[in-house]
């Protein structure tokens, strides 16, 4: 799955650059739609990220790629390798791990490909 976002000024930190804590949000909401297109109807929470290294900053006006693929499929989760491109020089990249849960929070397994 592919996104895009444009770098705002309410995104920016004191130093000019984008606000780490906004790509991670950004980063977080890639997977989950990553995960929602592909189990429909599936309720998803996130429950790690494997590494969070910033390989550097993001100016005002720029236009962020977002690339999700999947990495591992388990039982109750599913993992997505999100890498982030301004043009074509990636600056960031982790894997999020999902978990599908019931209404009241409690794992539950994912759908049986059909």
């Known amino acids: 799955m592919e996104n895009h976002r444009l770098v705002l000024p309410e995104h920016l ?3 000019g650059t ?3 804590g906004y790509l991670l949000k950004w980063v977080d909401e890639m997977a989950w739609l990553s995960a929602s297109t592909a189990y429909p109807r599936c309720h998803f929470v996130t429950v790690a990220m494997d590494e969070v290294v910033f390989k550097k900053g993001v ?3 720029s236009i ?3 690339h999700s693929t999947v990495t591992r499929t388990g039982n109750t989760s599913v993992a997505y390798r999100v890498e982030v491109f301004v043009e ?3 600056i960031f990249s982790t894997e999020v791990t ?3 849960v019931d209404a009241e929070g409690n794992k539950i397994p994912l759908p049986r490909p059909s």
């Open 13 to 15: 930190n004191h130093h």
């Open 18 to 20: 984008l606000f780490g």
């Open 59 to 61: 100016s005002l006006g």
């Open 64 to 66: 962020l790629r977002f």
């Open 88 to 90: 074509s020089d990636p």
């Open 98 to 100: 999902l978990v599908r």
